[in-house]
């Protein structure tokens, strides 16, 4: 099994910063992709960022310029800089990542971790 945890959420006033940190472990043989999701109540869970193991990051519209997506293959950890929050970005915020587990399968499978909690207040 592969876990994932992250840390770093909190209450921050609007225009402030957050670090969020994701680490995976387990049965991990490559990770393709890693990158954050949130769900904000009663809204659907939506796409915040992906990087992917060797090319671009990717980041919803209503984040970029604001939020960085970096990771450390190394040690299998993703981190989303978070800069000039707004109330609108508060939301529970989900680690994922695609697992390739076995050199001998080809299959990415889909890891979530159990979520942190990020609030602005205005």
């Known amino acids: 099994q592969v876990q994932l945890v992250e840390s770093g959420g909190g209450l921050v006033r609007a225009g402030g910063s957050l670090r969020l940190s994701c680490v995976a472990s387990g049965r991990i043989f490559s990770i393709n992709i890693m990158g954050w999701y949130r769900q904000a109540p009663g809204k659907q869970r939506e796409l915040v960022a992906l990087?992917?193991?060797?090319?671009?990051?990717n980041y919803a519209d209503s984040v970029k310029g604001r939020f960085t997506i970096s990771r450390d293959n190394v040690e299998n950890a993703v981190f989303l800089q978070m800069n000039s929050l707004k109330p609108e970005d508060t939301a529970v915020y989900f680690c994922?990542?695609?697992?390739?587990?076995?050199?001998?399968?080809?299959?990415?499978?889909?890891?979530w971790g159990r979520g942190t909690q990020v609030t602005v207040s205005s």
């Open positions: 990087i992917p193991s060797g090319g671009s990051a």
């Open positions: 994922y990542a695609g697992v390739r587990r076995e050199a001998a399968i080809s299959r990415l499978d889909n890891y």
